[in-house]
């Protein structure tokens, strides 16, 4: 495994295989949305075992070196992404942060933790860490918080990426716009279950259209979506 996509194709061997992602066109899963969607994704599962830790912290930093990115402070995402993160702040020797989903409601209302909140981060190049890139909201909320604490931020990387055009829009309406790149893709995971045949000719074809037009995907198939 001594290429990002190496790394990427043994992460959605090992994904479905423990169940990490699931793949399910005949019976789609609820997503926080309301939308049912045929994809399911809980990077938590990895973190079970050790080797699966190292091997992501190692794509991550494969992914920084491929793309010759500086950085000076790596940056995890509330939640899924700080214990991602800080193995590869480890394994870079770099400083770490990581970025809560809206600023503490106590104390000293903290929004990024591991600077003191009469701080900043003062020019410094950070890159933003994420399990899991679906819509993108969250993500690019992240990629702000790290701007308005004064840093520098135009790279967020993920484990896992559905690749909706959705995601790539709140990333490029950015100012400046953010890079994103991830260890493992939909398309990726897709041929790979292809290969193993974990899903009928059928089931790929319906993964294929879901690809296509994923918020309409539903709808289409007589699976509404969900309203709250």
């Given at each position: 495994m001594n290429t990002v996509e190496d790394i990427g194709s043994k992460l959605a061997e090992q994904g479905l295989s423990i169940g990490a992602i699931k793949l399910d066109p005949d019976d789609p899963f609820q997503w926080a949305s309301g939308y049912r969607m045929p994809v399911y994704n809980d990077n938590r599962m990895?973190?079970?075992?050790?080797e699966s830790r190292k091997m992501i912290a190692r794509g991550l930093?494969?992914?920084i070196e491929q793309e010759n990115i500086t950085i000076d402070v790596v940056a995890g995402t509330a939640t899924a992404g700080i214990p991602h993160g800080t193995s590869l702040a480890d394994l870079l020797d770099l400083p770490y942060i990581y970025i809560r989903d809206k600023p503490k409601g106590h104390g000293l209302r903290n929004r990024i933790e591991g600077i003191d909140a009469g701080s900043d981060l003062a020019g410094r190049e950070v890159i933003v860490i994420e399990d899991l890139i679906s819509t993108g909201g969250s993500s690019a909320k992240a990629v702000e918080a790290v701007r308005v604490a004064s840093g520098t931020c135009g790279w967020c990387v993920s484990i896992f990426n559905y690749g909706l055009d959705r995601a790539s829009e709140q990333f490029a309406n950015l100012d400046p716009p953010c890079e994103v790149r991830s260890l493992l893709t939909f398309d990726v995971l897709l041929e790979t279950a292809?290969?193993?045949?974990r899903l009928t000719t059928?089931?790929?074809?319906?993964?294929?259209e879901w690809r296509m037009d994923p918020f309409s995907w539903g709808d289409q198939h007589g699976f509404p979506r969900i309203e709250k």
């Open positions: 990895f973190l079970f075992d050790p930093a494969l992914i292809r290969v193993s045949g059928d089931q790929i074809a319906l993964l294929d």
